[in-house]
């Protein structure tokens, strides 16, 4: 089995792309067979080696890499042209000059009856001369119909007559996509084309090239896209954004890579899967037909799941080396201990990073802040005295003082609990008064206690 996954470097690798290469990938390795990534370059104006660049660097970020060197489809060109020249010798493609304000004018009688617009076929049968200037099309098959077996969507199948006799050399010599991308999969032995459901009309034109140079077909499986929450086409704001974006906000691989696998995909009842069960697994024939819709909720929780289950020193180091530390919080000796407890209730390790400043700055009470700070000044007096005497080397200490003064007081919990984190943090939301006094430390707790005490 040889499968490929062959992006545009028109842009970034984005959630849907990167889903279609983990599935070609995982097809690939589950049948112990050779992925390849093919750049489809031929558009010369917007292929940047930037993006190039990029998407190499998101796949193996992912833990995707070819198993051959990556193809670059504008150094076949001499090839595909060779091919369109001997498909004109054989009488199954055609010289056309017809000038594009005939085009148009047939597209807006076509538009007016309310057709599809389509090629009308006025050069088909004149068996013009190929001069310079006019283009090559492709003889479609004017009867009977085209069809296939996908391995997601069933039997796909269409009227001949509804395929127009498409380009495959353009005026200027050069090859069109649709052409380059059926020679490509010929010569690099695809068997399998993993791709979006936005290429099937690609393909029932790429099926009849291929049939046309007596060529196997290779097996088709179209994946239905991934909409946003609400149905609609993703967009920045929710899931196109570049995956190299997703790790820099602090998302691990192996949680990117489970949420993308459940994009359409299931297993059984399970959520988590390592790549060796993946690969067990995984058989694109189980590929879910209806449209996947991303989760930002689910994409959290399986990011939040693997920052828990990450070995504590390891996280220490990946963010110390991703992400930019202050030297306070990096010569803390509590400082595992501070992630250690926020990564139980981030997201991802931006937001992590966000938390760990309290830690080691005292907070801005700002006046609103402040007027929200509902406490006897007495009553918060009377606790820092005391807690200048507990013993801070022991966090269970730190919670029976607590205890102890609430019941001497004949205090609930939030009387004190909820004046004294925003005291302590300058946030509402924050981890348990015991954890922060113990990872705040005594001095600077009672500091930030006199901070407010003198505002």
């Given amino acids: 089995m040889r499968t490929r996954f062959a992006p545009s470097p028109t842009g970034h690798l984005h959630i849907g792309g990167a889903r279609t290469a983990i599935f070609a990938w995982l097809q690939a390795k589950a049948n112990n067979g050779k992925f390849l990534i093919r750049f ?99 003889k479609m098959p004017l009867d009977g119909v085209t ?38 999969d010929l010569e690099m032995q695809i068997t399998n084309v993993i791709r979006g459901d936005d290429h099937i009309t690609n393909t029932l034109k790429q099926i009849n090239i291929l049939k046309a140079l007596n060529s196997e077909l290779p097996e088709y499986a179209h994946l239905p896209m991934v909409l946003s929450s609400s149905g609609k086409r993703l967009s920045k704001r929710e899931g196109a954004v570049d995956i190299q974006e997703y790790k820099k906000m602090g998302y691990l691989k192996e949680a990117m890579v489970n949420y993308l696998i459940k994009l359409g995909w299931s297993y059984k009842e399970q959520e988590l899967f390592s790549v060796d069960e993946l690969i067990k697994y995984f058989d694109i024939k189980d590929v879910n037909s209806s449209a996947a819709k991303f989760s930002q909720e689910l994409l959290d929780f399986y990011n939040n799941h693997y920052l828990k289950k990450f070995k504590l020193e390891g996280l220490y180091e990946y963010i110390n080396e991703n992400f930019s530390l202050s030297e306070k919080f990096i010569n803390n000796n509590k400082k595992t201990e501070i992630i250690d407890l926020l990564r139980e209730g981030s997201n991802n390790i931006s937001e992590l990073v966000d938390e760990l400043t309290f830690f080691y700055e005292d907070p801005y009470l700002t006046d609103a802040i402040i007027n929200s700070i509902q406490i006897d000044k007495n009553l918060l007096v009377l606790f820092k005295e005391e807690l200048k005497e507990v013993n801070f080397k022991d966090k269970l200490l730190i919670g029976v003082f607590i205890d102890s003064f609430l019941s001497k007081n004949n205090l609930k919990f939030p009387l004190l609990g909820k004046p004294l984190r925003l005291i302590l943090t300058g946030k509402s939301n924050a981890p348990s008064i015991s954890d922060l006094l113990y990872l705040i430390g005594k001095e600077n707790c009672i500091n930030r206690i006199d901070n407010y005490l003198n505002s």
Avoid: M
């Avoid at 997601?152 to 006799?165: A, F, G, P, Q, R």
């Fill in 40 to 138: 489809e370059d031929t558009d010369k104006e917007r292929s940047e080696k930037e993006y190039v660049d990029s998407i190499i660097n998101s796949l193996k970020w992912l833990g995707i890499e070819p198993d051959e060197k990556p193809i670059f489809q504008s150094d076949q060109i001499s090839k595909h042209r060779e091919i369109a020249l001997d498909l004109l010798k054989q009488g199954l493609a055609y010289s056309c000059n017809v000038s594009p304000e005939r085009l148009e004018e047939v597209r807006k009688i076509q538009q007016q009856n309310k057709q599809q617009p389509r090629y009308d076929g006025f050069s088909r049968d004149l068996n013009l001369p190929h001069e310079k200037g006019n283009v090559i099309r492709f």
């Fill in 147 to 184: 069809t296939f077996e996908d391995q997601v969507l069933k039997t796909i199948s269409i009227n001949n007559k509804e395929l127009d006799d498409f380009i495959i050399l353009r005026s200027d010599g050069t090859p069109t996509y649709n052409f380059c991308a059926a020679i490509d």
